[in-house]
């Protein structure tokens, strides 16, 4: 079988054609993640935000090995604490509800001369604490509902520091 060569100048598809040929072959090799699009809107998004938003740390096995709540606590009983940090702070928030009355107190690592201010739904003002000389903060009482906590840094000027919502 002799080798046949085609005649006349050789066709070459276009760029538009090349690329989507090259995509087809990626979507089906490797398809990007579902919540690609919205995760970059996001990101895009908060670097224009007013504020530096704080993360929460994931902390599933804080709790590993540590006994329940004692029996005689009741329903209206009990503690639990969220962690957040930034870029250059990290913030432990500790909830404690006896009875009717939620108490938050917290502290900031490293320590920071920072004011903090406890927003709530429906608050017409918010509830506002100092970090006093070990990072520690308190709001005695608190409201249920969605909250969130923003640290302001009064000497610096820089963005403030917000939690994202939290129930309390």
Do not use: C
Not at 55 to 66: F, I, K, N, Q, S
Not at 116 to 123: A, F, I, N, S, Y
């Amino acid at each position: 079988m002799v080798n046949e060569q085609p005649t006349g100048p050789p066709v070459h598809p276009d760029d538009t054609t090349l690329l989507t040929a090259i995509a087809e072959v990626w979507a089906q090799v490797d398809p990007p993640p579902v919540d690609l699009v919205d995760g970059v809107l996001a990101a895009i998004a908060a670097e224009d935000l007013e504020f530096e938003l704080l993360t929460l740390v994931e902390t599933d096995g804080a709790l590993a090995g540590v006994r329940h709540a004692a029996p005689e606590d009741g329903p209206d009983t009990g503690a639990w604490m969220l962690e957040y940090e930034g870029p250059d702070v990290r913030i432990y928030v500790r909830f404690t509800r006896i009875e009717d009355r939620t108490r938050l107190d917290g502290w900031v690592v490293p320590v920071k001369p920072l004011s903090v201010q406890l927003r709530g739904d429906g608050q017409a003002e918010p509830l506002e604490s100092e970090i006093d000389e070990f990072g520690r903060f308190e709001f005695p009482s608190v409201a249920a509902g969605l909250s969130r906590l923003t640290f302001v840094d009064p000497a610096r000027g820089s963005k403030p520091r917000v939690t994202p919502p939290f129930w309390i």
